[in-house]
């Protein structure tokens, strides 16, 4: 007999999830309808809400604020546990005492975007117009919708100018549109892993993933919450899929090589007989539990539009023309997701534009997740960026 082994249901109950949509276990921001959101679509979003955490106090002068942007799938619980995985932050490894974004220095914010599902409107929220979720009825949103969102709770916040803007693969495409959009309120900027426009693969690969989603007959045309489910199946695959993107060769080869998974001997059916198989049901799985699928199809689709340059006639260097903010550019050699050949053409662009930028090309194997894991010589980078601009601007290094 062929055996078959499915992808898990999520151990989270719906109810679990829709209370962290509307009702974050975070801070949040509520905007009415006379504080409306316009988006690129045309359509002006009101009322709205954006969840967000902050570690470390604002200085006197509020100039040590530091915004953190995520990447597709995180959130804004970037250094604390998460409400629903209890597993700790997802960067813990720049974010916290005595690593270079240290709370006792900076001001660090971390928004979950428009579009999200951890507490920011998206397709999973509550419609006030008619009492529903959202589903597939919420606008189209891009990444510099994202971004005039968080420049509305900036502008809550009190705070005029940021110190600096971090954030790797997605979260560097809000960070470069910051200082395209606000560049008088950029300090500094640090863009990991990411490019100014989404290429023909990138978009390609997203393109798998929504129709795997779109595919689950759980997903019944973005309107499952009407149907009290999930297409947990679709989103799984897509998150397989979209995680293969994120890793390399050489890394997979390292982690797993052909080593089968709990026996020595193939099964000779479709089992998980290899670690690496196992390995990306279970990365499949616990997504679900933390994640919407409609908030997947969103996002992706906002990473796909994204083009600087398309907004200042093709031409890149236009998009920063005359721009003050201080750019410290990081790609690493076996991201072939955002290739170094598009970070460099980033700096190129910086530098006909006459901006203060440096750019470091990081080798490792790990692949385009090399941000978000422990690599040494990027938190150095990154460090002393910090520090070079805080001196420049007059940071003490206090929170005082």
Not at 27 to 39: E, I, K, R, S, T
Not at 349 to 376: C, K, M, Q, Y
Request: proline share 5%; with cysteine; glycine share 8%.
């Amino acid at each position: 007999m062929v055996g078959v082994t499915s992808i898990p249901s999520p151990a989270i109950s719906a109810d679990e999830r829709s209370h962290e949509v509307d009702h974050p276990s975070s801070l949040v921001a509520h905007f009415g309808a006379d504080q409306p959101l316009p988006l690129d679509c045309g359509v002006d979003l009101s009322p709205f809400q954006i969840a967000y955490q902050t570690y470390g106090e604002l200085n006197a002068d509020r100039s040590n604020a530091i915004l953190i942007c995520h990447a597709l799938t995180g959130d804004q619980h970037v250094a604390n546990v998460h409400p629903v995985t209890g597993k700790p932050g997802w960067w813990e490894t720049l974010v916290g005492a005595g690593r270079p974004l240290d709370p006792s220095q900076y001001f660090i914010i971390c928004a979950n975007v428009i579009g999200g599902c951890m507490g920011s409107t998206g397709p999973a929220s509550i419609n006030p117009a008619t009492g529903k979720v959202w589903g597939l009825d919420f606008p189209v949103i891009t990444i510099p919708d994202m971004v005039r969102a968080q420049a509305m709770l900036i502008d809550r916040l009190g705070i005029d100018t940021l110190f600096g803007v971090v954030g790797g693969s997605m979260g560097g495409m809000q960070v470069l549109q910051w200082t395209a959009a606000y560049p008088e309120r950029v300090y500094s900027a640090l863009a990991i892993a990411c490019s100014t426009r989404h290429s023909a693969q990138n978009i390609a690969f997203h393109e798998l993933g929504r129709q795997a989603v779109m595919a689950d007959p759980d997903w019944h045309n973005g309107g499952y919450a009407d149907h009290g489910i999930h297409p947990h199946r679709g989103l799984a695959v897509a998150r397989m899929a979209a995680h293969i993107t994120y890793l390399s060769d050489a890394a997979l080869h390292r982690k797993f090589g052909r080593r089968m998974q709990d026996r020595e001997l193939p099964t000779f059916s479709f089992d998980a007989d290899f670690q690496v198989e196992s390995y990306l049901r279970y990365q499949g799985s616990s997504f679900v539990e933390r994640f919407d699928a409609n908030s997947y199809l969103y996002l992706t689709r906002a990473m796909d539009y994204f083009d600087i340059a398309g907004d200042h006639g093709g031409v890149l260097a236009k998009a920063f023309t005359g721009i003050k903010t201080r750019f410290c550019v990081v790609s690493f050699t076996s991201d072939w997701l955002f290739p170094t050949s598009e970070s460099r053409a980033l700096v190129h662009a910086l530098n006909a534009s006459s901006a203060r930028v440096s750019f470091a090309e990081i080798e490792t194997d790990r692949g385009h997740d090399a941000f978000l894991l422990d690599v040494p010589e990027f938190f150095d980078i990154a460090r002393a960026f910090l520090e070079s601009a805080g001196k420049a601007r007059g940071l003490n290094g206090k929170n005082s």
